[in-house]
């Protein structure tokens, strides 16, 4: 019963929002038509199996190929452009959320119907309920609800983008006026940008999916998971002294951090400075870690510019933080 209130109550908020709409559904000389949604481009655009994104240490450096290949995915993410009528009844949400997940903003799009079968179109805003993570990942989504006389049947993903620490999982669908569901898949993190799965479906009028073909992209090994990136154990204490700026007078100082890593999950940073305003953040720090990067987060959480990240690279430790002058990846000393 809950479920066919969601479709009468959804179609009645498109009805009155149909003319913000781009596109209208139609049916002509008995021939269903869906509503096409994303880019054409996304099935013809070739993409490399990898390039590279960011330049960390011996990492190969960006070209303009690279730059010029990066900027040609960003195009083609349509997310932003596609507009809708905001739900707000929570009716919806055990339609759209999965296991871990909080629904934080739903929009309807378009719907089109075919006999007894109804397409609803929305967008949808989320965020990954994950206590690993200081800041819970945001999902951003766009789906297809099917309903068979007015109770629900499924759901297509059209659209997904994961935003993780240091990693980002992107899918770009465009679906045709036929029913046919291009998909592409990508995976993004500081370094490189990978082109992972390319899909076709196809959608029948009734609301069926049927698998056309599927091809996951054959990667070249990371390094991340050579030995030579995971240390035997993080535990342990860490030292460097480098450049920052004082937050007292704001001079150029040298700032000793001592950092004494107790798990996976926690650690104690105490800070050599001589005036009170440099050493104010040490303290306990917790930890989380994700492609063998471990980031610290402690008490000064208004930002994150005392917040730091460790690695573990060619049996080196290194670390980095937005606290010094030198943003870049800098050797620690373990003893």
Excluded at 132 to 150: G, W
Excluded at 183 to 198: A, G, L, P, V, Y
Aim: glycine letters at 4%.
């Amino acid at each position: 019963m809950k479920h066919y209130l969601a479709v009468v109550l959804l179609i009645f908020l498109l009805i009155s929002c149909k003319n913000s709409t781009e596109t209208n559904p139609k049916i002509t000389n008995n021939q269903f038509h869906f509503i096409e949604i994303g880019l054409t481009e996304i099935k013809t655009t070739k993409f490399p199996t990898q390039w590279n994104v960011g330049s960390y240490d011996e990492s190969p450096s960006i070209s303009k190929e690279d730059i010029d290949l990066e900027q040609k995915l960003n195009d083609l993410d349509y997310f932003d452009s596609i507009k809708g009528k905001s739900l707000k009844s929570k009716i919806y949400d055990s339609l759209l959320k999965e296991s871990n997940q909080k629904i934080d903003s739903v929009f309807i799009i378009d719907s089109l119907s075919n006999k007894n079968t109804s397409f609803i179109y929305v967008k949808s805003f989320k965020t990954l309920n994950d206590n690993s993570y200081e800041f819970p990942p945001k999902i951003h989504e766009i789906d297809i609800l099917v309903f068979s006389k007015s109770k629900f049947k499924k759901k297509i993903n059209i659209y997904s983008d994961k935003n993780f620490p240091f990693f980002v999982d992107l899918k770009l669908g465009y679906l045709d006026k036929k029913g046919n569901l291009y998909i592409r898949q990508f995976e993004t993190d500081e370094e490189s940008t990978k082109f992972i799965r390319e899909e076709h479906f196809s959608i029948s009028e009734n609301g069926n999916t049927k698998l056309i073909s599927s091809q996951i992209i054959k990667q070249k090994e990371s390094p991340l998971n050579n030995d030579n990136f995971k240390p035997k154990e993080w535990k342990g204490f860490y030292e460097i002294t480098t450049k920052a700026i004082s937050e007292y007078n704001n001079q150029e100082i040298d700032l000793l951090y001592s950092i004494t890593v107790k798990s996976n999950n926690a650690a104690i940073l105490s800070i050599g400075a001589e005036y009170s305003e440099d050493y104010w953040c040490e303290g306990n720090y917790n930890l989380s870690i994700d492609k063998n990067i471990l980031y610290a987060k402690g008490k000064c959480d208004e930002d994150d510019t005392n917040d730091f990240y460790l690695k573990f690279e060619n049996g080196k430790y290194y670390i980095k933080s937005k606290r010094f002058l030198n943003s870049d990846w800098q050797e620690l000393k373990k003893t």
